[in-house]
């Protein structure tokens, strides 16, 4: 049973309504819910809970319909994608000498939900590359992209760390028409992937692609997820808008609500951004134009994506503008750490071919009002807005200014696998997520972006869902009532309210109540109009085949009455032997009703190993590399999950 109350939600017939191009409420920043033209009515499933259940997915998956995909070399499509979420077993590696999969991969427990998210820039250019009797399937420059995986990625991605893409004319022709025609194929495949594995009640799987945004090799990519199969009928990608505002005009323009059509984006690794990730890029500097930008941001991309592969965006410490201790959860698999000098990969190609090289850099903060580069390659400066906690204090700021909150994003987590398994978040068992780590030599060595042994499993993203379909999960992200986890289906709970009873958590209907009484996690509480101090309701379940839990933390954010940035972590629940559960109800003391601030939870389970120290086991002690020993990387994590914030918004 997910939650004390879960059996008394009545089973009601309701609307399963396309809802949202989502006007937001201006005295919460929140999208509202609207009914579309387009209304079904059903049945409800026969799990229907109206407090929610906790469902587990994983919304950014790469299949060999991606152009840097490890599932190139296993052929992996985005059928095996949803074959390995449901739990059966998909060729893997290794591969043997006629290149074919002689391994198998299969995930310890199926998922509830999926987006299988390949990348939208260069469906038609893969496509036409890899299509024997293609018009460019025998040309020198789709020879040289098939001749080796990493080398036919540059080749293509060159064209997409610029500010301004272009399609690769060689390639593609001097209109880009050719690509263009091509790709509409494999999207046609990724469509129809997705809806035949989509099984109502039981499984679902969204249309999705991913928007791959990389200028100055800096991260500024999104995934695109459809509330249901009407689409657009091709991705709109970097090439097409170059920036996030055009991305939602674009979507705009081709997906319309009166057409049945609605869509969510959701950026990923702010970690990598150096910067580019701040609101406002490339817009006039006027309240009017910040202001609009800001409501379409709340209306199209409610949520992020905290963790995944390439490392984690909740927290970086040593950042001038943020008051607040250290916090040393935040260097669990960071990429990032502020003033550490480390080597990163350099690429350079030239002629078709690719060379591999190195570099050092020291990890600063950037200098105000610029943005830096490199962030992909775990270079570059860092900016309050390239992690979670500092960005959401920028967004409170931004709020004070011009009236709403540009960066109000609640929180998921993903694998961002390459090799078409989702899910595959296991440390004990994991088999990589990239090109170059089909092997536990491989993955012990350092990657050519932030891969190898400075990357992880990845982690899940969960939702409070009244029942496990399309228009419920993407409702649920549309409200924020959503969470992420490192990779342990640990089940998380946050309200916020002002009259929250200090016994609630021994109530049976705790949840019943707590919805009654306050708002969850992902909303906005609302002054009150009397002297009270807020409570909050925090609760987690362990992974029913995972750790018991350590602790509960409470990270909360705020603005002083001069402006200035600050955060605390606040233990509200401690238990050092581990829990099956853990549950607490705290009232903030110090709370100030003139200041803005935001509350988010972190469960937090003991330490336990780190995937690379089991890779080093299945390695001869005479054939380890040096890592296996040598202390660098530590050889514990601690496994968290953490939920969408709930804000207030200050008085004074």
Not at 165 to 185: Q, T, V, Y
Not at 643 to 648: F, M
Request: with cysteine; charged share 20%; aromatic share 8%.
């Amino acid at each position: 049973m997910f939650e004390k109350s879960h059996w008394l939600a009545p089973l009601l017939l309701v609307a399963a309504c396309s809802a949202p191009q989502n006007p937001v409420d201006e005295a919460t920043d929140t999208p509202t819910t609207e009914t579309s033209a387009v209304q079904v009515q059903s049945e409800p499933c026969a799990n229907y809970s109206e407090n929610g259940t906790a469902l587990f997915g994983d919304l950014h998956v790469h299949t060999s319909y991606s152009f840097d995909a490890a599932a190139n070399s296993t052929g992996a499509t985005p059928e095996d994608a949803h074959r390995y979420a449901r739990g059966e077993a998909i060729p893997f590696f290794p591969i043997n000498e006629k290149g074919i999969p002689v391994g198998t991969a299969k995930i310890d427990r199926p998922l509830d939900f999926l987006a299988v998210t390949d990348h939208g820039e260069f469906l038609g250019e893969r496509a036409l590359c890899r299509t024997t009797g293609s018009p460019m399937h025998d040309t020198p420059f789709c020879q040289n992209y098939r001749a080796n995986e990493r080398q036919g990625m540059m080749m293509l991605a060159t064209s997409i760390t610029t500010e301004t893409p272009e399609r690769i004319k060689e390639l593609c022709g001097a209109d880009g028409a050719l690509c263009r025609e091509f790709a509409r194929s494999p999207w046609q495949d990724i469509q129809d992937a997705a809806n035949t594995a989509n099984e109502p009640c039981e499984f679902t799987s969204f249309v999705a692609y991913e928007y791959t945004g990389t200028p100055g090799t800096s991260n500024y990519h999104r995934n695109v997820i459809f509330r249901n199969d009407k689409v657009p009928a091709l991705p709109v990608s970097y090439i097409d808008a170059p920036i996030d505002s055009k991305l939602w005009a674009g979507l705009d323009a081709v997906c319309k609500i009166e057409d049945g059509c609605d869509y969510l984006t959701i950026p990923h690794n702010s970690n990598l951004a150096n910067g580019r990730m701040a609101p406002y890029m490339q817009l006039e500097d006027t309240s009017e134009a910040k202001r609009k930008y800001a409501e379409t941001r709340l209306r199209r991309e409610p949520i992020m994506e905290i963790f995944q592969h390439k490392g984690g965006s909740e927290c970086i410490n040593g950042l001038s503008s943020i008051f607040g201790a250290p916090d040393e959860l935040c260097n669990v698999e960071a990429v990032r750490r502020m003033g550490e000098k480390k080597a990163y990969a350099t690429r350079n190609l030239q002629g078709g071919n690719l060379s591999v090289g190195q570099a050092f850099a020291v990890t600063s903060e950037c200098e105000p009002g610029t943005t830096g580069a490199n962030g992909m390659l775990g270079a570059g400066c860092v900016h309050p807005t390239d992690f979670q906690r500092s960005a959401l204090l920028i967004g409170l700021k931004e709020e004070q200014a011009i009236g709403f909150n540009p960066i109000k994003l609640g929180i998921i987590a993903a694998t961002d696998t390459h090799a078409a398994t989702p899910g595959a978040v296991k440390e004990s068992i994991w088999t990589g997520a990239v090109t170059g780590e089909a092997t536990p030599a491989q993955r012990l060595q350092p990657g050519l972006l932030t891969s190898g042994i400075d990357g992880n499993p990845g982690g899940l993203a969960g939702v409070w869902a009244k029942e496990n379909t399309r228009d419920a999960i993407f409702d649920a992200m549309i409200r924020r009532e959503v969470f992420g986890t490192s990779g342990p289906r640990i089940r998380v709970r946050l309200f916020a309210g002002w009259s929250m009873d200090k016994n609630l958590c021994d109530n049976a209907d705790m949840v019943s109540i707590a919805y009654a009484n306050g708002v969850p996690m992902g909303g906005d509480l609302m002054p009150s109009s009397t002297d009270r101090k807020p409570g909050f309701l925090a609760y987690a379940v362990k992974d029913p085949m995972g750790q018991k839990l350590q602790a509960l933390h409470l990270i909360k954010g705020w603005l002083d009455a001069k402006g200035r940035l600050h955060n605390e972590v606040i233990t509200i629940a401690n238990d050092s032997l581990g829990a099956n559960s853990l549950c607490a109800v705290y009232t903030d003391a110090t709370f100030d009703p003139a200041q803005s601030a935001y509350y988010y939870l972190r469960v937090v389970e003991p330490a336990t190993s780190r995937w690379h120290t089991y890779d080093c086991a299945k390695i001869p002690e005479a054939d380890r590399p040096e890592v296996c020993s040598n202390g660098t990387y530590p050889e514990t994590i601690q496994e968290m999950a953490w939920t969408s914030p709930i804000w207030y918004r200050g008085d004074g």
